[in-house]
């Protein structure tokens, strides 16, 4: 008996230890082939989305001089704006506003939109990875513009009395009302969310690709009040914190 057990127990730990090569092989192919979906791999702007994408967007709202080396290494031009203070829980230290030429193409409407660091990073990997390529399969054409509702309000969500402050209380957050394309046509949320045709595939395209750079990414899907926008924000939740896409 003693000696089956000794074999039973060697060949566990070949087991075992063939276990441990394959996982670390498939690591190392991954860090090698596709280092964003690896969480300790450094976040890079220009790369192709990947599992763990969202979550460096989320944490770059700890490291604003580290969210500003990012936006410069990925050729994005900002501003940033003074830090700002209203009450207890309104206002941002890691406020920027895109500024016209650089890698991103596509203007806001109203202009002079300040947003969050975070938030601007996430918008310009969807600018690149998500909202251009839509558009062309869908269109043949690329967006030049984003109509907004704007991103900082000193608010309570909802605007209630009372309650959780509001993403947009800290600039982290944004709303996107519709899009311009370059050959002149418009696609907006509230009137080309619902039916089967190009505009609202498209929608409902960035609206899935934003919940992979989003903390969260709520459509008319989710109620009446998200029914003319798509609310984005980078909430902070931690490095397994959970996300809404809705």
């Not at 063939?18 to 790369?47: E, K, Y």
């Not at 030429?101 to 300040?114: E, H, K, N, T, Y």
């Not at 704007?150 to 969500?157: D, E, L």
């Amino acid at each position: 008996m003693s000696a089956q057990r000794a074999l039973r127990r060697t060949v566990g730990w070949i087991a075992a230890v063939a276990v441990i090569g394959t996982v670390a092989l498939l690591l190392w192919g991954m860090a090698r082939g596709r280092p964003q979906d690896l969480p300790w791999t450094p976040l890079d702007l220009g790369a192709p989305i990947g599992m763990f994408t969202g979550a460096k967007l989320a944490a770059l709202g700890r490291d604003f001089p580290q969210c500003r080396a990012k936006l410069d290494a990925a050729g994005v031009r900002y501003t940033a704006l003074p830090p700002r203070r209203d009450g207890a829980q309104c206002g941002y230290d890691d406020g920027v506003r895109f500024t016209a030429g650089g890698a991103r193409q596509i203007g806001f409407r109203p202009s002079g939109l300040g947003i969050a660091c975070p938030v601007a990073a996430a918008l310009s990997v969807w600018e690149w990875q998500v909202v251009q390529p839509a558009a062309q399969r869908h269109f043949g054409s690329r967006v030049t513009a984003i109509d907004h509702f704007g991103s900082y309000s000193c608010r309570r969500i909802y605007g209630r009395d009372a309650g959780t402050w509001s993403e947009h209380a800290t600039a982290d957050a944004v709303d996107i009302a519709g899009f311009r394309l370059a050959d002149g046509r418009r696609i907006t949320v509230v009137g080309d969310w619902t039916g089967s045709g190009d505009k609202a595939a498209f929608l409902r395209e960035v609206r899935d690709g934003a919940c992979r750079l989003f903390a969260t990414t709520l459509s008319p899907d989710y109620n009446a009040a998200h029914r003319d926008h798509l609310h984005l924000d980078q909430a902070d939740r931690g490095a397994m914190g959970w996300r809404a896409c809705r």
